[in-house]
Nanobody
Framework: QVQLVESGGGLVQPGGPLRLSCAASGSIFRLNAMGWYRQAPGKQRELVATITSGGSTNYVDSVKGRFTISRDNAKNTVYLQMNSLKAEDTAVYYC????????????????WGQGTQVTVAS
C-alpha cells in the first residue's frame, strides 16, 4: 500500500558529503514522523535522525553537527544531508515513516524502505 524508496547512497571519501533521499508513495493520507536509521555489518540497526511532520528534529550524538534531516511534505520526501563523513558512518541506511493510510481512520502504520548502501573510504 505504501512504498518508501531510498536513493543517493554510494562510495564517498572521508570528509566528503552525500545526500540521501526517501520518497513515499501509495495510499497516503498523512505522513507523520519520518526517520533515517543505519545498520553496519555485525551491528544492530541504530537511529540516525528523525523529523516530525512539523519539522522538529532529533539526532544521534555521533552525527550532530554533521548530518541534517529535512522533509518536503508536498513531495512526501525526507532527506538526509551528510557532511564530513567518516569511515564509521559506513552502513546501510534505511528510511522509515509513520503513515496514516487513506480510509483507515487515524491508525498509524510504520513502513520501511529497502535500504541504500553508504560506504566511506579513500
Amino acid at each position: 500500500q505504501v512504498q518508501l524508496v531510498e536513493s543517493g547512497g554510494g562510495l564517498v571519501q572521508p570528509g566528503g558529503p552525500l545526500r540521501l533521499s526517501c520518497a513515499a508513495s501509495g495510499s497516503i493520507f498523512r505522513l507523520n514522523a519520518m526517520g533515517w536509521y543505519r545498520q553496519a555489518p555485525g551491528k544492530q540497526r541504530e537511529l540516525v535522525a528523525t523529523i516530525t511532520s512539523g519539522g522538529s528534529t532529533n539526532y544521534v550524538d555521533s552525527v550532530k553537527g554533521r548530518f541534517t534531516i529535512s522533509r518536503d511534505n508536498a513531495k512526501n520526501t525526507v532527506y538526509l544531508q551528510m557532511n564530513s563523513l567518516k569511515a564509521e558512518d559506513t552502513a546501510v541506511y534505511y528510511c522509515n515513516a509513520g503513515v496514516i493510510l487513506r480510509g483507515r481512520g487515524l491508525n498509524e502504520d510504520i513502513y520501511w524502505g529497502q535500504g541504500t548502501q553508504v560506504t566511506v573510504a579513500s
